[in-house]
């Protein structure tokens, strides 16, 4: 049996999440804050952060090497596309959602409404959130661009590129920073992900002092 270390808002953790159910790899979740510096932890990971995903004789490591690890032993249900240009495609957007939504979106409002909400009860900096606000709604831009062209994000099939995706609009939409108008395209792939069997657990679990926007977990929003 596998478990996995994460907890609901972190979107590394969602991305491994998605990938699993949808690899059909049934996880034990096991709430893994990584800001408590717990030492059981930091054994199993040194860098202290989630996911990790391990059972009785592998400890995986970072979201992009356990989705790499899934796709290399499982074969149903491909991720990464069909032809090396495909997967090339799947790959830099996976990096792109992974390191530049993340950094100019996701993390952010984490800092800002999450952390300093319920940890350190400071308060929020409302130019931050802002900026961050202001880097979704480009983001969004660019989801409408592809979906123009593409039917998922990479090509012709769902694949981890709108795993990667997903898990940061998810948790920049569950934080209030994404304005749906006039993003047609966008919302329609989101509605479409919303609707999977294996997304809806995700979008049904609460932070604790933390609750969502009413549109969340709608599939008409
Ligand atoms: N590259 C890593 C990034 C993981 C990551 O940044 N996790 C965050 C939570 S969402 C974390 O653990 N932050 C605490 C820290 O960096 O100390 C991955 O893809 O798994």
């Not at 240009?85 to 800002?112: C, H, M, N």
């Not at 012709?156 to 990667?164: E, N, Q, R, V, W």
């Not at 933390?210 to 549109?215: M, N, V």
Request: aromatic share 12%.
């Amino acid at each position: 049996m596998w478990r996995l270390y994460q907890y609901t808002l972190c979107p590394f953790s969602r991305k491994v999440r998605f990938a699993c159910a949808v690899k059909g790899v049934t996880v034990e979740l096991v709430d893994e804050f990584p800001w408590d510096r717990r030492d059981g932890f930091a054994a199993l990971n040194p860098a202290g952060q989630t996911p990790v995903l391990q059972n009785s004789s592998v400890t995986l490591v970072d979201s992009a090497a356990i989705c790499d690890y899934l796709e290399e032993t499982i074969e149903r249900t491909p991720l990464l596309g069909a032809g090396p240009e495909e997967r090339a495609e799947s790959r830099r957007l996976i990096a792109w959602f992974d390191q530049k939504f993340y950094g100019e979106v996701t993390a952010p409002l984490l800092s800002e409404r999450m952390y300093k909400r319920l940890f350190t009860r400071e308060a929020p900096d409302a130019a931050a959130i802002r900026s961050a606000a202001r880097n979704a709604e480009a983001h969004l831009d660019y989801l409408d661009f592809l979906l123009d062209r593409r039917r998922w994000l990479s090509g012709p099939a769902f694949g981890l590129a709108d795993i990667a995706a997903v898990a940061q609009v998810s948790v920049a939409d569950y934080l209030g920073a994404i304005e749906w108008d006039g993003h047609d395209p966008a919302r329609t792939w989101y509605s479409a992900i919303k609707s999977r069997p294996t997304f809806r657990p995700l979008l049904q679990e609460r932070m604790e002092g933390l609750p969502p926007p009413s549109h969340y977990d709608k599939l008409d929003f």
